[in-house]
């Protein structure tokens, strides 16, 4: 997060039935140096801070040399590559962002990762924190983000990785908060710094008085937790206008920014200002 210690859409990996021999294999691997097992690169979606107007963090999104998205790149991969792949997308986004000047302007860098695909937490960091360095991004500015892409098989391992992760200073989210696999078990049994509320809470919340409802009491639950809530896909100033109304003030979406291949994206803002919202109920009519 800005203030605080702060990828890629990715899949979580199965653990069960894995021998130790991969194990020792994938964690030989982040000590000893990645290689990419298929070509590709970055592009980069600002989430803004609606308040101040500035960007709050840059989203790091795997995409092909040619642009293809990430769902296309892993349906090319075989699954045992997956924690390699994990490996490879945030350092060449730690190394692009640096390039790019992200840390002049002390956004922070979001990286999506996968904590079952983590076999070792602190042979799997090494790499990070060696990159970081060699290319000057302070660690103050790297944010990972946890995606619920599959079930999630062992807790506890999970709960291991995001300690250790934690305990480096790193800010640790939940992507796609809502959507998922048990994902109200997960921000209950994770210690997180942010959550990104999931589209489908998102598109047409203005419309919609239950999502409505659903969303303004997310936003009480955070912040009694003291964890930031982003949403993300706002795409109309309908949305913007509503989610300012429920207390939310970090956006991502294509109102403000598309992702930029290579590039960091010009940010339009919304012309109109929109008071942020108080904590509140919503009464609603059967």
Not at 197 to 220: F, K, N, S, W, Y
């Amino acid at each position: 997060m800005r203030a605080t210690p702060n990828l890629v859409n990715t899949l979580t990996i199965k653990m069960h039935g894995t021998s130790s021999a991969l194990h020792a294999s994938r964690c030989s691997a982040c000590k000893n140096g990645i290689a990419e097992p298929l070509p590709f690169s970055m592009a980069f979606q600002p989430v803004v801070d609606t308040s101040s107007q500035t960007v709050f963090a840059y989203e790091a999104l795997v995409r092909g040399l040619n642009h293809e998205s990430a769902a296309s790149l892993f349906s090319r991969l075989n699954p045992d590559d997956y924690h390699v792949f994990d490996q490879a997308c945030r350092l060449k986004a730690i190394i692009m962002a640096a390039n790019l000047g992200v840390p002049a302007t002390g956004a922070s860098l979001a990286v999506n990762f996968m904590p079952g695909a983590v076999y070792s937490p602190w042979a799997c960091l090494r790499q990070t924190l060696r990159v970081a360095h060699e290319n000057n991004f302070p660690l103050s500015q790297l944010m990972f983000e946890v995606t619920e892409s599959e079930e999630v098989r062992d807790p506890a391992h999970m709960e291991r990785v995001i300690a250790e992760y934690r305990s480096q200073g790193f800010a640790i989210g939940l992507d796609d908060f809502g959507a998922g696999f048990a994902s109200l078990n997960l921000f209950s049994e994770l210690t997180l710094d942010f959550v990104k509320l999931d589209a489908r809470l998102v598109r047409g919340i203005h419309r919609r008085p239950r999502t409505e409802a659903i969303v303004l009491a997310l936003v009480a639950l955070c912040r009694s937790l003291n964890v930031r809530l982003i949403a993300e896909c706002v795409e109309s100033f309908e949305e913007y206008e509503r989610l300012r109304q429920c207390g939310i003030d970090l956006m991502q979406g294509y109102l403000f920014a598309r992702p930029m291949f290579e590039q960091l994206p010009t940010i339009t803002w919304p012309t109109s200002h929109v008071p942020l919202g108080k904590i509140r109920t919503l009464a609603l009519v059967a």
